[in-house]
């Protein structure tokens, strides 16, 4: 007989059930946390020829891996063409439901092998599609079926046969069964009489009109890196050269990848790293150059970059995404030599090997035409790129104005001190390891965090609940530069800055936030550097911290050291003999370097007057527009008009500022002149 269990058993069986749903729960948060971390991605399956005695032959195949792993991977690809299929003006399957496919497609035969649950395994020959994916998915939809069924199995009570019973358990994982079932079901639904009133159209008559389409089958590769490589073009030129639809941010991965390529067919992406980036302390041949260019492309991990760190840098993931930092500055901002002494003032000039590289791939002019556009296009494939390293991708338009056209033409050379030598120089006082930790390491972590601190339309975005004021990225950024030399509050200090970027260059690592906030927030460094409760680090913080630069209030150099002023009265001799030979003790600056840091200031003071004078463009037409609003609301109210004396003093306070506004492009003119003798 059957008897009961005791109340111990019972508490016992209870108490394995609240551990397993424990248990359960938090393998779910790790979970959630891992697919947050891979900013909502999936890892690539790795693809290579498929072995016979040892040998490589055409075919393609996978490494082994789980059916869960594989299924996840084909419903994320499903689940992201089709939000972005959501961007079209029309409905992609209706237009095949009534039209057909007229494009021709690409496939690639490829094996996927997998093992159950039970650890057998199995393998599974299929056609992947390679071109036009929101096609073939459209073409799914039209049958019925998912792509993950077609790769792990479908279950067989979607398929079931005439006088079959449906089996919740039974999988169908054979092609030519699964085929041989959908055209059984579809031609018998096709030649079924019609009931009487029936309005829609069946799935048999809009299946058939997609059941032919154009199609190029690939059997595989030798070298399946080559085939990646040339599918992967071909699928990048119909966006870009043709009629398909193209994000801004897909736009210029294209463009990246169509980079990187460039580089790898003139043997030159292992070189410019190790010179520029590695500085020399590696061959070029020690490198991983397929790894490099997943690790640059988000198809694999940034580990291949280890050789690259600089010296003494531990392989971190925030030193490791630095590093990827540094060679997709280098690589879209190749150094150009020196100009030769002897070459003549209009001569093709010499431009290396590598920009013309990066010209080529991105179809640009030549060297010495106006790079203005061509530094905004490269700015924007080069945001494009860093963002795929942060979990948070925000508008490309964010990091606009960070390269200057001058850096554009001649290059960017990473510098060699890592993120820790950078931190302990600027705790040390050095202004030009902060300007160089800013700008060319710490703006991505500042563009791309839970709570952005630049943003593309500073403030603009959210409406009412705007944070901050509006300006330009690049003012945001010269703020913060000029922070360190000139705050702007009296607690703003060094240890507030080191503390605030050693925050920000550490919250991709972050697992949790602060005040209920997206992990990566977190507290706003005090002038001491310790994080102050309840003052969260946001737009709102850093504008108020380092406001808007509206002109130059001194004359200094970006490190922060005061430049003698050339319209100082001299001074006289008699008076000033101590200061006089002060100055004589000093260490002679060689004109050469004298040039060089001038040259280094232009481009930052070509940036301040530019958003000076935007900055009163904007004041000039909103006093305009409050001008005609007075008169309107005047002629409303039938108020008399100003009095003569108060309409001559405006009148006269406004033509003193226009002269001034002629005179500022009289000196604007001469300045242009002077640069082209630079």
């Known amino acids: ?109 490829q094996q996927t092998r997998m093992s159950d649950p039970d650890g057998s395994r199995f393998a599974a020959w299929r056609l992947m599609q390679v071109t036009g994916n929101n096609r073939a998915d459209a073409r799914l939809q039209l049958f019925g079926i998912e792509s993950e069924q077609l790769l792990t199995g479908v279950p067989q009570p979607l398929l079931v046969r005439e006088g079959e019973k449906p089996d919740r358990n039974l999988l169908l994982r054979g092609l030519p069964e699964i085929l041989r079932r959908i055209s059984a079901r579809l031609n018998a639904e096709l030649i079924e009489p019609s009931a009487p009133g029936e309005a829609s159209e069946r799935r048999a008559h809009r299946a058939e009109r997609i059941a032919q389409v154009p199609a190029r089958v690939v059997v595989g590769a030798a070298s399946p890196t080559r085939l990646e490589a040339s599918l992967r073009d071909l699928n990048i030129h119909d966006h870009l050269r043709g009629q398909l639809h193209f994000e801004d941010g897909d736009r210029s991965l294209g463009l990246w990848t169509l980079v990187l390529t460039a580089y790898q067919e003139a043997n030159q992406l292992t070189v410019l790293l190790a010179s520029e980036a590695a500085k020399g302390r590696v061959e070029a041949s020690d490198l991983d150059e397929p790894g490099i260019v997943d690790a640059l492309v988000g198809a694999g991990p940034l580990d291949p970059l280890e050789p690259l760190l600089p010296e003494e840098a531990e392989p971190t993931s925030a030193n490791l995404r630095d590093t990827a930092i540094r060679c997709t500055t280098v690589l879209m901002f190749p150094p150009v030599p020196p100009r030769p002494e002897d070459l003549p003032p209009r001569a093709w000039m010499p431009t290396g090997r590598n920009w013309p590289v990066v010209r080529g791939a991105l179809q640009e002019a030549p060297w010495s035409s106006k790079a203005g556009k061509r530094a905004e296009r490269r700015t924007e494939v080069w945001a494009a790129a860093i963002a795929q390293h942060f979990v948070h991708q925000r508008n490309l338009a964010s990091m606009g104005g960070l390269f200057t056209a001058e850096e554009a033409q001649f290059g ?124 969260l680090a946001d737009k709102g913080w850093y504008d108020l911290m380092f406001p808007k630069v509206a002109g130059v209030r001194s004359v200094r150099d970006e490190s922060g050291s005061e430049l003698p002023d050339e319209n100082q009265e001299p001074v006289d001799q008699d008076e000033e003999e101590g200061e006089q030979s002060a100055r004589t003790d000093q260490e002679f600056v060689d004109p050469a370097i004298r040039t060089a840091q001038l040259r280094a200031q232009l481009g930052q003071q070509i940036e301040v007057i530019r958003d000076y004078i935007n900055a009163t463009h904007a004041q000039t037409v909103r006093l305009a527009d409050l001008i005609e609003d007075a008169i309107k609301a005047r002629g409303e109210a039938g108020i008399a008009p100003e009095p003569a004396e108060v309409q001559r003093a405006h009148a006269k306070t406004m033509a003193e500022s226009r002269m001034k506004t002629s005179k500022i492009s009289e000196r604007l003119g001469d300045a242009m002149g002077a640069v082209m003798d630079l």
């Open 1 to 109: 007989m059957k008897q009961d269990a005791s109340a111990a058993e019972k508490d016992a069986a209870v108490k394995a059930v609240e551990a397993a749903e424990q248990m359960r729960e938090r393998l779910a948060a790790d979970c959630r946390e891992a697919v947050a971390s891979l900013s909502d991605r999936r890892p690539l399956p790795q693809v290579e020829a498929a072995q016979e005695d040892g040998v490589a032959r055409t075919a393609l195949t996978t490494e082994v891996m789980t059916v869960e792993l594989a299924a996840s991977v084909q419903r994320f690809a499903v689940r992201k063409l089709r939000d972005r299929g959501r961007m079209r003006p029309y409905s992609l399957t209706e237009a095949f439901a009534h039209e057909g496919q007229r494009e021709p497609t690409v496939a690639v035969l």
């Open 412 to 535: 960017v050379s990473p510098d060699a001190r890592s993120l820790k030598e950078l931190l302990s120089a600027c705790e040390a006082g050095d202004g030009d390891a902060w300007r160089v930790l800013v700008r060319r390491h710490l703006v991505p972590g500042l563009v791309n965090a839970p709570e952005p601190f630049i943003t593309a339309g500073q403030g603009s975005e959210t409406s009412a609940d705007r944070k901050g004021v509006r300006r330009t990225p690049s003012n945001a950024v010269l703020a913060l530069v000029r922070a360190f030399a000139e705050p702007a509050h009296d607690m703003v200090t060094h240890e507030l800055l080191v503390a605030f970027a050693s925050a920000v260059l550490a919250a991709p690592e972050a697992t949790e936030g602060v005040g209920g906030k997206a992990p990566g927030t977190f507290w706003a460094p005090g002038s001491d550097g310790q994080p102050q409760v309840d003052m």
